[in-house]
């Protein structure tokens, strides 16, 4: 059921249901942490058996999920400001902050504790590691300080692949690393081109997102620039062993596809993005969904090929 605020809002009325409860998993986010963890744990040298592939897995999700709940805890002042997160459960009074911390509290120690034990103490390790830099790092201390905060805070979305790998293998390596720059430097631009046409929310709730802190002008160049920097990156992953010719042809054409929409951001004023209602910077941040999906893929497929003596180097 839903009623209308004295502010004119909709909020919902009710008792939580176990939707809800997902919800505080932000389950959007949790799907991409699933594949790229699950990418860097098949690419790696070292084959795990599907159940233990499987249970992996699992664990990174639910610590994904553990980190979406402490993060809704922790931000539910700012969901109420913004259009886009105001009807979450803690906004919308289907879940007690207290109730999204003990859930993801509890889900913090499980996750760690049981990838421990069913992959590694490093695997562990490093979740615990993950957790702690998105909510602490992140959450609490980043995203409310600098206009840096989806800079630097990327590092939370770029550990899944490693963790993967970490799972199989124990051990980082350059692959490893790669498969991290690569989501690392792609999360500024694919998060500022969300920032260009949903500024207004950014600077309602007080988040010093480079829009807000430094304007549009400066946030088109920083899109460029980062996009040119993401390359070399993306294609370096190519002549390792998770990559190949088939690898290098997607990621080429990709790149030149994100380099091509940074170009557009970066050459449009104000006035001609407000009068398309910001189309293509729209565009570019649906594409840059693609872009990270579709490399992934290319290093899944990789590894299928040489597992049939084909592909690779």
Known sequence: MSD???NGEMTRTGEAG???YVALLKPRVMSLVVFTALVGLLVA?????????????LFIALGAGASGALNMWWDADIDRVMRRTRNRPIPAGLVEPGEALGL?????????????LAANVAAGLLLAFTIFFYVVIYSMWLKRSTPQNIVIGGAAGAFPPMLGWVCATGSVSVEAVLMFMLIFMWTPPHFWALALFMNNDYKDAGVPMLTVTHGKRVTRNHILIYTIALVPFALAAGFTSIGGPIYLLVSAVLNAGF???AWKIWRRDEVQAEADHYATEKAVFKFSLLYLFLHFSAFLLEAALKSFGLGGW
């Open 259 to 261: 380099l091509y929409g």
């Open 45 to 57: 040298p070292v084959p795990m058996h599907p159940f233990l592939t499987f249970t992996c897995v």
């Open 4 to 6: 209308i605020n004295a």
């Open 18 to 20: 176990f939707g809800d």
């Open 104 to 116: 993801g509290l509890a889900l913090s120690g499980i996750a760690v504790v049981m990838l421990a």
